[in-house]
């Protein structure tokens, strides 16, 4: 099934298992709806897959007062560009109840939200935001590439004693892929997955930036290199230990992702690496992520700004000291 | 008009009104002497004279009402019924605080008082009011949240968020607006063009009352018609209480943007000394008993204060605590 239908059954099962479980956003209902949400108000009523009026932190603020009284609230906000709106509840209600309140309260919300970007929308409506929130103590950030990762992923947010910041990715919505459809399937939250082995580099990455990893990765493969992707899923809990045991080994990394380069998570992650692998790396940690503009909207200079595999192959040439393609894998 | 409500509020609640009114006020008198004089060390954002508004509350709500409040909520934490030695522990960082110490004054909770929230950000309350009223709702209690701000909070975009849904879902919620005439420096009039918050009720299509809000008579028969009509299920009510706070935006706050006159006027409508007398005139407190209710609060108020400075203060062990459910999603 495709990535949307993923999460639409992931809901769908939530929804059905648990009555605390209710959704609310801006046009979720029928016959609006158009994404992951699209025929749950159909199935559970309009009471449980609401549709509300376009007021990003009401939004999440009244997700946050109903799991305070115990119901597992999903707020949609429609795209992550919006969610600037909602950041004070987010930031700080959300975030720091429990902290706040000694562990007297605590807002265990899921926060949907999708970024588009690659698709022409423009500079508002096209970012990969998740930096900002890992940020900030208290948050858990999700965001993943498959649609089974997508649905287990999700199933563990919703029912998650933390608040989670769940990004969907829109040029993902279409890819398939085979999803468990039991119930009871879920991912743990901070486990990082090897989506293809390898020996030579680790290519760190996350949601879209996977895929285009691994497009890498086979471009790489006819060069004789053979790279590792690494999904790490969540960057918050982040699988700390499976990047260090995947780089510990191919003694190379280049983190990718579609947030801005600068000041990126790939920052952390490459401090990390330092951190715990100094002395065993071969290269510096490499970053590909999108250049530091406001996203254009004509494609011909969007296109520039994202990681691609291209970019991806010419950061893991540099990690290993090759000037070019045709020089051989271990320079 | 005043005399009518007098006689529709019986002597118990008008005695229990001052008892809170008083307790409030000597709470408030202890800390800023304590802060004042460098015997306690905390931030501080005094209610003083707004203690009629919060002494409704306590009258008119119920324990399992809800309440969501801010960081000037000494008053509004006395009148939901949080025991002192969880607010003056917070405030000073002692362990019987109400999170153990480490969530200082402006962030006081207590759910088994209803007391869910107390924040920090101007406006950022209501919107988690509407969602605390939304689970009453769909749990099918007649519970009523009530979320207390000042006229600032509702010159932001989470108030008109939160007004505009709760008044779309008929929610069980008081939208009360303690109009304290200032919005941290800045008086009212300088930050609205209306001449009343209460106005703002009709752009969401909900009832919108103003009262006096230095007369807790006035507040009890008003907080009591939006109480009564979000348990019934008739939805939410702006209520706008006008008040003053006496002693500035913060503990310490020079006051320089307040005209000595219109200080002059805001004390001389003080609502305890203002009650007492009406009390005394009604002839349902002695003078004797006034003076064994005020002795009584300052006594309370001295037993709070010992046992929270005898207490240990917050642990560092606290630090990693509360982060997340699981100490372990912390990074390192």
């Known amino acids: 099934m495709t990535m949307r239908e993923a999460l639409n059954l992931a809901l769908d099962q939530a929804l059905a298992h648990d009555e605390r479980v209710f959704l609310l956003g801006e046009d979720i209902a029928d016959p609006g709806a158009s994404g992951p949400t699209k025929g749950l108000s159909t199935k559970y009523g309009t009471e449980r897959v609401l549709d509300t009026p376009i007021s990003e932190s009401a939004i999440v603020g009244a997700a946050i007062g109903a799991a305070m009284e115990g119901f597992r609230p999903v707020a949609e906000i429609m795209i992550m560009d919006f969610i600037g709106i909602a950041a004070d509840q987010i930031i700080n209600n959300a975030a720091k109840l429990r902290f706040m309140t000694g562990g007297r309260t605590s807002a265990p919300i899921t926060v949907r939200t999708q970024v588009y970007g690659g698709i022409g929308t423009g500079a508002t409506h096209s970012q990969s935001l998740e930096a900002w929130f890992m940020h900030v103590p208290g948050l858990k950030v999700i965001v993943p590439s498959t649609p089974r990762d997508g649905k287990g992923l999700l199933t563990s947010a919703i029912f998650d004693d933390d608040p989670c910041i769940f990004v969907e990715t829109i040029r993902l919505g279409p890819q398939r892929g085979m999803v468990p459809v039991d119930p009871g399937f879920s991912i743990p939250l901070g486990e990082a997955d090897v989506k293809r082995p390898g020996s030579d580099v680790t290519l760190i990455s996350y949601g879209r930036g996977v895929v285009e990893a691994l497009g890498a990765a086979t471009q790489l493969e006819a060069d004789g290199v053979s790279a590792e992707v690494l999904d790490l899923r969540t960057l918050v809990p982040l699988d700390v230990a499976a990047m260090v045991e995947s780089v510990g080994r191919t003694t190379r990394a280049v983190v990718v992702h579609d947030a801005v380069q600068f000041a990126g998570p790939g920052a952390e992650i490459a401090a990390i690496l330092q951190r715990e692998l100094f002395g065993r790396l071969s290269a510096p940690v490499e970053r590909v992520g999108a250049r530091f503009v406001p996203n254009p909207a004509p494609p011909a200079l969007e296109s520039q700004v994202y990681p691609s595999a291209q970019r991806i192959v010419a950061a893991v040439r540099r990690t290993l000291g090759l000037e070019s393609a045709k020089t051989g894998a271990h320079g | ?332």
């Open chain 2, 1 to 332: 008009m005043t005399a009518d409500r007098t006689v529709g509020v019986s002597p118990e609640v008008q005695r229990r009104l001052y008892e809170l009114m008083t307790l409030m006020k000597a709470a408030d008198d202890r800390l800023s002497k304590g802060i004042a004089s460098g015997e306690l060390q905390c931030v501080y954002w005094p209610p003083r004279g707004q203690e009629a508004i919060a002494a409704a509350m306590g009258v008119c709500l119920r324990r399992d009402d809800q309440l969501v409040t801010n960081y000037r909520g000494l008053h509004d934490l006395i009148g939901k019924g949080v025991p002192l030695v969880e607010i003056y522990g917070e405030m000073l960082g002692r362990q019987t605080g109400s999170s153990r110490g480490k969530g200082g004054t402006m962030h006081i909770a207590n759910p088994e008082c209803g007391v869910m929230l107390s924040t920090g950000i101007v406006g950022a309350g209501p919107p988690v009011a509407v969602g605390l009223a939304m689970a009453a709702q769909r749990k099918g209690l007649d519970r009523v949240t009530v979320a207390s701000f000042g006229d600032g909070a509702t010159n932001t975009g989470s108030f008109h968020e939160a007004a505009n849904m709760a008044a779309l879902w008929d929610l069980p919620l008081v939208l009360l607006c303690q109009n304290n005439q200032y919005a941290e420096m800045t008086p009212t009039e300088h930050t609205m063009k209306i001449s009343q918050v209460a106005h703002r009720a009709g752009g969401y299509g909900l009832p919108g009352v103003r009262v006096d809000g230095n007369d807790p008579l006035a507040v009890v028969a008003a907080l009591t018609e939006a109480v009564d009509r979000g348990r019934s299920g008739g939805g939410p009510t702006l209520l706008e209480c006008v008040t003053f706070r006496f002693r500035g935006h913060y503990f310490g706050d020079p006051m320089a943007y307040i005209p000595p006159e219109r200080l002059a006027a805001a004390l001389e409508a003080d609502p305890i000394p203002r009650f007492r007398s009406r009390l005394r005139l009604a002839g349902i407190c002695s003078e004797a008993d006034l003076d064994e209710i005020e002795a009584a609060a300052v006594t309370a108020v001295e037993e709070a204060l010992t046992a929270v400075l005898t207490a240990p203060g917050a642990l560092v062990d606290e630090l990693d605590r509360d982060v997340y459910a699981d100490p372990r999603n912390c990074p390192a």
